[in-house]
């Protein structure tokens, strides 16, 4: 029916007169949809953690030569990697939709003389730099231009 | 008689009940009730105390969502039980306490550990120097207003706190409504209080354990959106903190 | 260990901020680019070969762009899975826990400074 919150949880730190019952979560409190979604955002810190520590070893490869290049190519198309990099690309895109869906509430109405823009104007700037900034970088490292 | 659509609909109450004098640990007792179509939870709860069980203890006052005292977790969601229809559930509803709070008895939890946290943050105006009288009213035009009107809807109902996965886990932080209060005041063109308002968001009970599940906001139901004023605290406290490097503090 | 993360959170949360804003609009491009369609052979031929890669990385424009690849999401990724320990294993870990995450993006971050700069 109800599982333990932490013992402490919105505890006064003069108690009542009363002996109270520990603070409690309802059984599907962390399993609800809505919760699991956060909880699914919050993971998605280790796929970017990974790419980044992945981008690390492309960083040092480049600087090491060609043979170090290719090898690091060829590992990257075993299924761990492709895996890891395709696992990456989706929770890109669900950070991307949900946080660029909650950022604009979070500017606040003023900060000193600076107003932000209208929250549609904010999404679409979002979005337009995000798809904007990924045609750029595909141009360039897809090998179109230079 | 007033015509009514639908009809009566037998229901199961599932209540949480503890009584502190003779139960080691909360249980929970059912009750039947033949509820009327255009029944909230709260008139169930009313009729179960009147008519049935004059044992169940529970809060309520202004029966339309204005006050803040009838918040529980209905089915598992924190709700003002006297704005929550029955209609929106099938044969058994389960009543419990607020979510997250040590529970007095039955239905009634523990609020203090809220007003703590709720003063804490200093919701009121500071002004560095009382103004006289004779100076006349402060003035405040709309756009003034609109910068924290959202935030001072709040009711004190601390259905956020239910809801908050943060709240659950780690006992000193501020939590939805103290921060969105504190805010409120340090949006408020009135107010000369935010660096000391800053300096406690950046303490032990810190505004950045806060991380954004969004889940007080979806249960508000005032629409106070008090996520939205947690994450406009951290950028507020963020430039307070850099500033603070800059410019000669007062304190 | 906690008070001197609640010290730093201003800083922590800033990096963050860049991590998840810059960071995703990055990524997917250099995903679907150096993460798949170079090693799984779709991209057009050279796209990706040596030369072509040691010159774009190092472009000024190129290092910083690697950069962030590299060390922005490594504290989104570091302060959200904080976060998830936090609501798992409670805020007594806390301290240990996020300490050893933003070690991690320290550590990364300043190694990406120094693969950047001598490639």
């Known amino acids: ?146 | 008689m007033a015509a009514h659509s639908g009809e009566m609909r037998k229901r199961t109450f599932v209540v949480t009940r503890f009584d502190p004098d003779v139960d080691q640990v909360p249980k929970t007792q059912s009750y039947e009730v033949a509820c009327r179509p255009d029944w909230k939870v709260l008139d169930a709860l009313n009729h179960i105390k009147d008519e049935v069980d004059p044992t169940l203890s529970h809060r309520w006052s202004c029966r339309m969502a204005v006050c803040g005292s009838c918040g529980m977790n209905v089915n598992g969601e924190p709700k003002l039980t006297c704005k929550t229809a029955l209609s929106e559930y099938g044969d058994v509803v389960e009543v419990a306490p607020l979510a997250n709070f040590p529970i007095v008895r039955d239905l009634v939890i523990e609020m203090d550990g809220f007003m703590e946290k709720f003063q804490a943050v200093k919701p009121w105006i500071i002004t560095a120097k009382e103004k006289a009288a004779e100076q006349g009213t402060n003035l405040q035009s709309p756009e003034d207003l609109a910068a924290f009107k959202q935030f001072s809807m709040c009711i004190n109902c601390m259905l956020c706190y239910a809801a908050c996965p943060v709240v659950a886990k780690e006992p000193h932080f501020l939590g939805p409504a103290a921060i969105a209060l504190g805010h409120r005041y340090n949006m408020d063109s009135r107010d000369e209080g935010a660096e000391e308002r800053n300096e406690i968001f950046r303490g032990e009970g810190s505004v950045f354990h806060c991380s954004y599940a969004n889940e007080c906001s979806e249960v508000c139901p005032k629409g106070v959106d008090p996520a939205a004023a947690v994450n406009q605290a951290k950028l507020g406290a963020v430039v307070d903190w850099a500033s603070s490097f800059v410019v000669k503090r007062s304190r | 260990m906690k008070p001197l993360l609640l010290r730093l959170e201003p800083v922590i949360w800033l990096l963050f901020g860049a991590g998840i804003m810059v960071g995703t609009m990055l990524l997917p491009a250099w995903l679907l680019t150096v993460g798949l369609g170079g090693p799984l052979g779709l991209l057009p031929e050279g796209a990706l070969s040596y030369d072509r890669a040691h010159a774009i990385a190092s472009n000024p424009i190129g290092r910083l762009v690697l950069l962030g690849i590299i060390a922005l999401p490594l504290w989104k990724g570091a302060h959200h899975l904080r976060a998830l320990f936090a609501d798992w294993l409670g805020h007594g870990p806390d301290g240990l826990v996020g300490s050893l995450l933003y070690a991690v993006a320290v550590v990364g971050s300043v190694l990406g400074i120094y693969a950047v700069l001598t490639l």
């Open chain 1, 1 to 146: 029916m109800a599982r333990p919150s932490h013992p402490e949880a919105m505890t006064p730190h003069r108690p009542g007169s009363t002996r109270t019952a520990p603070p409690q979560v309802p059984d599907d409190f962390w399993t609800r949809r809505r919760m699991l979604t956060y909880l699914l955002f919050d993971a998605t810190g280790l796929p970017y953690m990974l790419v980044g520590l992945v981008a690390l070893r492309v960083a040092f490869a480049l600087g090491r030569g060609p043979e170090a290049w290719a090898s690091l190519m060829e590992q990257f198309s075993h299924p761990i990697y492709v895996a890891l990099h395709l696992l990456a690309l989706v929770s890109v895109l669900f950070v991307g939709v949900r946080f660029f869906r909650l950022f604009p509430k979070a500017q606040p109405a003023k900060l000193g003389p600076a107003k932000p823009p209208p929250a549609p104007v904010i999404v679409i700037g979002l979005y337009g730099a995000w798809i904007g900034l990924t045609l750029a970088l595909l141009v360039v490292l897809g090998g179109i231009w230079p």
